[in-house]
T-cell receptor
Framework: DAGVIQSPRHEVTEMGQEVTLRCKPI?????LFWYRQTMMRGLELLIYFNNNVPIDDSGMPEDRFSAKMPNASFSTLKIQPSEPRDSAVYFC??????????????FGAGSRLTVL | GENVEQHPSTLSVQEGDSAVIKCTYS??????FPWYKQELGKRPQLIID?????GEKKDQRIAVTLNKTAKHFSLHITETQPEDSAVYFC???????????FGIGTKLQVIP
């Protein structure tokens, strides 16, 4: 397996524009997570899915953020409209079903977002 | 929800010395405690984890200890090498749930 695949790797946009980040989890992993990493706040969990269903979105900062998982192999995180304080590295991660490998996160390479 | 505190935020050691990073957690239901290493510009990667049915786990030069009564756990790296330089994150997750909460991270510098 190629691991967790994220795109784009880098995104530079202007304030007010829509940003869409994409993620393909590892095949067979039924949990998918979106984390945001900043110097000040570290790794923050934004939302996670189980079997394509959102389980906990309490970390989503505000209504400008939304996430979807239309099928087991694809998820998006959308920011509309974007603001400079959204600048961060956004990581997608996936983990196997409950069992011996439960909770073990495999991260993607991250999407570095810069909002001017 | 869970709150994980980690210290120190930065740590410099001489090559060959040991390094210790400590974390505390708040949710007594947590029973899974992983440690991730993140090299500059890279993704976090799991280096070792411990579940609440054991108090200590070792893998070559790294070891983790867990004290559930005190709600703290630690990472120990012995015989440090320059390639150990990275940011280390502790984390905790409650039993039966997949929600992993991370500490703020410790930047470890190993001086050759």
């Amino acid at each position: 397996d190629a691991g967790v695949i994220q795109s784009p790797r880098h995104e530079v946009t202007e304030m007010g524009q829509e940003v869409t980040l994409r993620c393909k989890p590892i095949s067979g992993h039924d949990y998918l997570f979106w984390y945001r990493q900043t110097m000040m706040r570290g790794l923050e969990l934004l939302i996670y899915f189980n079997n394509n269903v959102p389980i906990d979105d309490s970390g989503m900062p505000e209504d400008r953020f939304s996430a979807k998982m239309p099928n087991a192999s694809f998820s998006t995180l959308k920011i509309q409209p974007s603001e400079p304080r959204d600048s961060a590295v956004y990581f997608c991660a996936s983990s196997p079903p409950a069992g011996a490998g439960a909770n073990v996160l495999t991260f993607g390479a991250g999407s570095r977002l810069t909002v001017l | 929800g869970e709150n994980v505190e980690q210290h120190p935020s930065t740590l410099s050691v001489q090559e060959g010395d040991s390094a210790v990073i400590k974390c505390t957690y708040s949710d007594s239901a947590s029973n899974y405690f992983p440690w991730y290493k993140q090299e500059l510009g890279k993704r976090p990667q799991l280096i070792i984890d411990i579940r609440s049915n054991v108090g200590e786990k070792k893998d070559q030069r790294i070891a983790v200890t867990l004290n559930k009564t005190a709600k703290h756990f630690s990472l120990h790296i012995t015989e440090t090498q320059p390639e150990d330089s990275a940011v280390y994150f502790c984390a905790a997750a409650p039993g039966g749930y997949q929600k992993v909460t991370f500490g703020i991270g410790t930047k470890l510098q190993v001086i050759p």
